[in-house]
C-alpha cells in the first residue's frame, strides 16, 4: 500500500503528528501533500509546524509553497522559524527582497524572524551578503548590528583568497550608498580593510 495514502488516511481521521506530516511529505507526490501540510501551519503545536516546514523543502520552488515558508519566519517558535529558513535556503532567490526587508525592520515580530530573514537576504552569494550587511550597518536594526558585524569581519579577511564575479548595477549603487554610513559601525581597520577590498570592483 502507497505509504503517502496510510500517512494522509491518518491525517483525516484527525491524528496529526510531527512524524505523520513528515511523512506525507517524503512519500506523497505534491498533489498529495502540499495541500493538506499547508491547512496544518495553524496547527498549535511546534513540532508539527516544524516538521511541515522540513517536509515542504521536497516541492519548492512552487510560490504558493515559498509564501507559506516565508510567513513562518514570523512564528513565534524559533524551532519553527529555523526549519522555515533551512527549507527556504536554497531558493532564496526567489524570495522579494522587499518581503524579506519587512520583515528585517519590523520590530514589532519575534526577535528571531529579523536574524532568520537576514540570513535568506544575505544568501547564497558574496555580493548580495555583503549589500544586505552594509544596509543593516547603515539604517537597520540595533540587535543585528554586532553579528552583522562579525560577518562582514570574516568576509574581509577571506576576500583575498575567494574569487567572484563582480556585483550587478543595482548592488554597486547600494554597497557605494551604504558603504559610508555602514563604516561607522565598523573599528577604523575593518573600515579600511573593506574600502581597500572593494577598492576595484567599485572603481
Do not use: C
Not at 530573514?117 to 550597518?137: E, H
Not at 540587535?143 to 579577511?157: F, H, K, P, T
Request: hydrophobic content about 45%; glycine content about 4%.
Amino acid at each position: 500500500m502507497n505509504p503517502a495514502l496510510i500517512y494522509r488516511g491518518l491525517i483525516d481521521a484527525g491524528i496529526v503528528r510531527a512524524n505523520g506530516t513528515l511523512g506525507l511529505a517524503e512519500t506523497g507526490t505534491a498533489n498529495e501533500a502540499t495541500d493538506v501540510l499547508i491547512s496544518l501551519l495553524d496547527d498549535p503545536r511546534p513540532a508539527v509546524r516544524a516538521a511541515i516546514a522540513k517536509g515542504l523543502r521536497r516541492f519548492l520552488p512552487k510560490d504558493s509553497l515559498l509564501d507559506a515558508l516565508v510567513r513562518l519566519l514570523r512564528d513565534p517558535s524559533p524551532r519553527v522559524a529555523k526549519a522555515a529558513t533551512r527549507s527556504l535556503l536554497s531558493s532564496a532567490r526567489s524570495i522579494p527582497d522587499d518581503r524579506l526587508w519587512t520583515d528585517v525592520d519590523d520590530a514589532d515580530l519575534p526577535p528571531h524572524t529579523a536574524a532568520l530573514a537576514f540570513q535568506l537576504l544575505a544568501s547564497p552569494d558574496v555580493w548580495r551578503g555583503l549589500d544586505a550587511s552594509l544596509r543593516v550597518l547603515a539604517s537597520g536594526p540595533a540587535s543585528l548590528q554586532e553579528a552583522v558585524v562579525a560577518r562582514v569581519d570574516r568576509l574581509v579577511g577571506a576576500w583575498a583568497a575567494t574569487s567572484h564575479r563582480p556585483p550587478s548595477l543595482d548592488q554597486r549603487r547600494r554597497i557605494t550608498e551604504n558603504l559610508s554610513s555602514a563604516s561607522a559601525a565598523l573599528s577604523s581597520r575593518q573600515a579600511e580593510l573593506l574600502a581597500f577590498s572593494l577598492r576595484p570592483w567599485l572603481s
